[in-house]
């Protein structure tokens, strides 16, 4: 979390000066390749490439690895009825965390824009200007409608936790990105304040979401006994080699000095 908001408040201070330089300075300082690169290209929330979007592609990873590691320990149980599921799980995680890291939906805009504007027979698309989504939203569809099962037979404060992390992070992805594109589509401009802070908003709610998916998943894994015991030894292990060698405590070591012998003549 402390992360999270070191990287708002650094987007912040990066909208507030390119806002400040553009409106009463100098439009042109702001266009610049170094302002672009160094400023908002690598602290604002709507680059890529950049230092939120290395952030968010790590916790979409590290969400991955807890759930191969949730499947691979429900597959050597005693019931390993569900370890696909956490499997499949994982594997979608890793593809948004490599989607996150190389922008892989920005491929489905045209396509996804133009047939949905020659189906709809409309060029203002609104709502669905940024279309990429679309797709992606009838794909996770159909994959909840496999794991509807498995999901609802999770413990109770284990699924209201999925639950709450799912629709933080879709009120981001897919709402703001709604309302986004329908800034977009009438004429709105990428530079502007609006929606910037729409952009930032969104990118805010996809890493709360995420934050949040990670807390359910170690909560989880510390109510399974095996899991849990496995978390406190790789947490204890981590502890020790941290401690430095000179906090260690010295052990005094006595040395017997040996009398020297007499030699009688």
Not at 161 to 167: K, N, Q, S, V
Not at 206 to 211: D, F, N, R, T
Not at 212 to 232: V, W
Request: net charge positive.
């Amino acid at each position: 979390m402390r992360v999270l908001i070191v990287l708002m408040v650094l987007d912040a201070s990066a909208i507030a000066v390119e806002y400040y330089l553009r409106t009463y300075v100098d439009p042109s300082i702001t266009a610049s390749y170094s302002f672009q690169y160094y400023v908002t290209g690598m602290f604002a929330m709507d680059g890529e490439r950049n230092i939120p979007t290395y952030f968010s592609a790590i916790n979409l990873l590290v969400s991955a690895i807890l759930l191969f590691t949730i499947s691979r320990h429900v597959k050597n149980s005693a019931k390993p009825r569900h370890h696909r599921k956490w499997y499949l799980m994982g594997c979608m995680f890793a593809w948004l965390s490599a989607d996150e890291l190389f922008s892989l939906h920005e491929l489905l805009v045209k396509p996804t824009r133009g047939f949905l504007k020659q189906s709809l027979q409309q060029d203002n698309l609104g709502y669905l200007n940024f279309a990429w989504f679309v797709p992606y939203l009838l794909f996770f569809m159909l994959v909840g409608l496999y794991l509807v099962k498995f999901v609802l037979s999770l413990p109770r404060t284990t699924l209201l936790r999925f639950i709450g992390a799912g629709a933080i992070f879709i009120a981001g992805a897919v709402g703001m990105e709604m309302i986004g594109g329908d800034f977009m589509a009438d004429k709105g401009s990428r530079i502007s304040l609006v929606y910037k802070m729409f952009t930032s908003v969104e990118e805010v709610l996809e890493m709360l979401g995420i934050i949040f998916f990670i807390y359910s998943l170690l909560k989880y894994m510390e109510q399974q006994t095996a899991m849990n015991d496995l978390l406190t030894l790789t947490f204890n292990k981590t502890r020790k080699e941290a401690v430095p060698a000179s906090s260690a405590p010295k052990q005094h070591v006595i040395k017997e000095v040996e009398a020297p012998l007499t030699v009688a003549s």
